[in-house]
């Protein structure tokens, strides 16, 4: 076969699919290759007919159809069978060829799999991802990352496919071997906080204040042209308005078992190991378990009681708090990310620009929103801001919503309406500020029943004592 194509994809799910038609619409000639070769056939007589892209039944094939340096895109699902790819086309590329691994793998497999690639003489990427479908077809975020020799053979292809947002492709060089991998966990751990924060005002609208969907699509709606002007708020004003074939809402008629695929869970893992608060997004996390626990819910309905979930406070001024504690929450979530991602930069010698990811996550992706913009300004303006909530116009955008969170905490929390993600953010937020708290007392106690020591504020910090409390 002639070497004519930029670039190959191995795997055609439907992200795969999007991402090969979306290079072919910017000039990019791909071929690509399936396990079930099949699939192949059918993309290529189906919708990649009167294309470019090229069609290949085996990973040979696909190796003598792309020019040099080859260039690889796995899109395949994360785990072993990236593994096994690699290993499969270690023996067909040669010196200085690239793999690219588009799909949502764990960070430190990423790592592991850089290291070894390079061993053999060959270059490795670890990109996210975000956009989902329609992101993958027309413009998703790119956050790639691995050999820094490789960047310049891929990039006029990633910005090219990538959204763009202010004439800025939402796609640059993040770093090496697996912060790419790790930016995108990130990016999807705030994602499950940024969707528990609109559930949980969708559960204080309509169980607290008995609203009608229509009028929580307008609130929605109204709340995305400002400061929460977001993708998620569009789509979730959207889901407000869908009726089912019987014209009632469709959202009650979808059963309360949130899903998830792993990405949330890594963060809070990753928040624990490196001993960062990323509170928000591991009460996200256990909300979806809590969820999932569906069964037990219900039996437990029956013998549990509380107070009736209504609030009987002034529907708008319920509405303006309710506004107030969300952007308040949604700050904190934002400030804990990325305090994670410098905790990562730091463990792993990753020189991430926190304002171009603020830039890469302005378009293409899940979280995208007129926040993220600003985010990006603070970031720029302060590259060695190690928290947003210290920064100007995040302190002074949290202390106008203040009162407004403290009240809606106050209401849901009356009424049994649980608020994990707003409650955590601002117990997260009161303890932030706080020059002295409550853990002078836990050290006492460690010393007491452990002889672990403690420091003293009369000493220099450094000199440990033990006291014999018996």
Not at 384 to 409: H, N, P
Not at 428 to 443: K, M, P, T
Request: charged share 20%; aromatic share 8%; glycine share 10%.
């Amino acid at each position: 076969m002639t070497a004519q194509a930029d670039i190959g994809v191995v795997g055609l799910a439907v992200m795969g699919r999007n991402l090969v038609l979306n290079m072919d619409d910017h000039g990019v000639v791909v071929s690509v290759f399936n396990r079930t070769t099949s699939k192949v056939d059918e993309f290529i007589a189906g919708e990649a007919a009167g294309t470019a892209i090229i069609g290949t039944h085996s990973l040979p094939e696909l190796v003598a159809s792309l020019q040099t340096p080859r260039r690889v895109l796995l899109m395949v699902k994360a785990g072993p069978a990236v593994d096994a790819l690699i290993e499969t086309l270690l023996d067909l590329l040669d010196p200085e060829d690239i793999i690219i691994d588009g799909g949502n793998s764990l960070y430190t497999d990423t790592i592991r799999r850089a290291a070894h690639v390079e061993a053999a003489g060959m270059a490795y990427i670890g990109t996210g991802i975000s956009g989902g479908e329609e992101g993958a077809r027309y413009g998703p975020s790119i956050m790639p990352a691995g050999t820094a020799a490789a960047w310049p053979h891929v990039q006029s292809i990633f910005q090219g496919i990538a959204a763009v947002v202010d004439d800025v492709p939402c796609c640059d060089w993040i770093g090496a071997d697996g912060a790419g991998h790790y930016v995108k966990t990130v990016h999807n751990g705030i994602e499950y906080g940024d969707m528990q924060v609109l559930a949980e005002a969708y559960d204080v609208m309509h169980r607290g204040l008995g609203l009608d969907h229509k009028r929580m699509g307008e609130v929605f709606a109204s709340w995305d042209e400002g400061p929460l002007d977001s993708y998620l708020v569009e789509i979730t004003a959207d889901v407000m308005n869908k009726s089912d074939e019987d014209g009632s809402p469709l959202l009650e008629k979808i059963l309360d078992r949130a899903g998830q695929k792993g990405t949330g869970k890594w963060t809070v893992i990753s928040s624990m190991e490196l001993g960062q608060p990323t509170t928000l997004v591991a009460e996200a996390v256990y909300a979806r378990v809590l969820s999932s626990m569906l069964d037990e819910r219900v039996a437990a309905s029956a013998v549990l009681e509380g107070p009736p979930p209504t609030i009987t406070d002034p529907v708008e001024e319920v509405l303006a708090d309710l506004h107030d504690a969300m952007y308040a929450s949604k700050i904190v979530s934002y400030a804990q990310g990325f305090m994670l991602l410098g905790a990562a930069a730091a463990e792993h010698d990753w020189d991430i620009d926190f304002a171009s990811v603020s830039s890469m996550w302005r378009g293409g992706c899940i979280i995208r929103s007129r926040f993220l913009g600003e985010l990006m300004d603070v970031f720029a303006a302060d590259r060695e801001l190690t928290s947003i909530l210290r920064s100007d116009f995040f302190s002074s955008a949290v202390d106008q919503a203040q009162a407004g969170w403290r009240r809606t905490i106050a209401r849901a929390t009356a009424a049994g309406i649980p608020i994990p993600a707003y409650s955590s953010a601002l117990s997260f937020f009161d303890g932030y500020r706080s020059s002295r708290g409550s853990a002078n007392l836990i050290q006492a106690q460690r010393d007491y029943f452990g002889a672990h020591t403690y420091e003293r504020v009369d000493r220099p910090r450094g000199e440990f004592f033990h006291t014999d409390w018996v």
